[in-house]
């Protein structure tokens, strides 16, 4: 595999460029990243002792996805909770990321800026 060279020098990119690029970087290499949203689902269980047949149903959250037109679901224990939040939330804040870098590259674009 060889090297590609960069497009962009880093000489010529603006100081909030070097910016949000390095911080896309320590967020891709960094922590961890998952796209999706948290749904909470409640449900009966159907025991008939169990706390849900008097109103207390039993609650789940999912990590919900759309991939290729289909929603995937996967169930999250309690455990995992906050360590998922976290990894939407550094999606998320990836994704604005580039979408800044991207609006950098239009105005180069449309200024007829190298």
Known sequence: MSKRTPDVSKGSMSSQERSLR???AQLVSSKGLI???????ERVCGKQS??????EKHVGLY???SREGKVRQLF??????QKVRR???EYRRAEELLDQIADTYWSKLQ????
């Open 50 to 55: 169990c706390k849900c047949t008097r109103g």
């Open 63 to 65: 990590l919900v996805v």
């Open 111 to 114: 200024n007829r800026e190298e």
């Open 76 to 81: 999250i224990p309690q455990a995992y909770e």
């Open 35 to 41: 796209r999706g949203t948290i749904s909470t689902r």
């Open 87 to 89: 990894w939407i939330e």
């Open 22 to 24: 390095s911080q896309l």
